[in-house]
Nanobody, 113 residues
């Protein structure tokens, strides 16, 4: 089970990005999917999660009100919409299916003027 995160890039403070988490060979629709981030200055942080049942959501306090997680089962993709980005959001972002131990490749997000 491996997921691929994409959509990162360089953005100015206050800007927006949408990250995508795609899977091949299996369905994301019945899995709890979380977004994590890691930077040199901080330990790995769980940013957001969407649950397998009823698509309940969780957000870290640091992103609450700015980030939105969602899933599109038709596209077999989970998204992380990131608005009002701050320099402290700079990190490599990973998505992960919580039921499985494997980590896929992350996508770099850099917020800088």
């Amino acid at each position: 089970v491996q997921l691929q995160a994409s959509g990162g890039g360089l953005v100015q403070p206050g800007g927006s990005l949408r990250l995508s988490c795609a899977a091949s060979g299996f369905s994301l629709g019945h899995l709890s999917i979380a977004w994590f981030r890691r930077s040199p200055e901080k330990v790995r942080e769980e940013v957001s999660c969407i649950t397998d049942t009823f698509s309940g959501t969780y957000y870290a306090d640091s992103v609450k009100g700015r980030f939105t997680i969602s899933r599109d089962n038709a596209k077999n993709t989970v998204y992380l919409q990131m608005n009002t980005l701050k320099p402290e959001d700079t990190a490599v972002y990973y998505c992960k299916a919580l039921a499985f131990p494997s980590w896929g490749h992350g996508t770099q997000v850099t917020v800088s003027s």
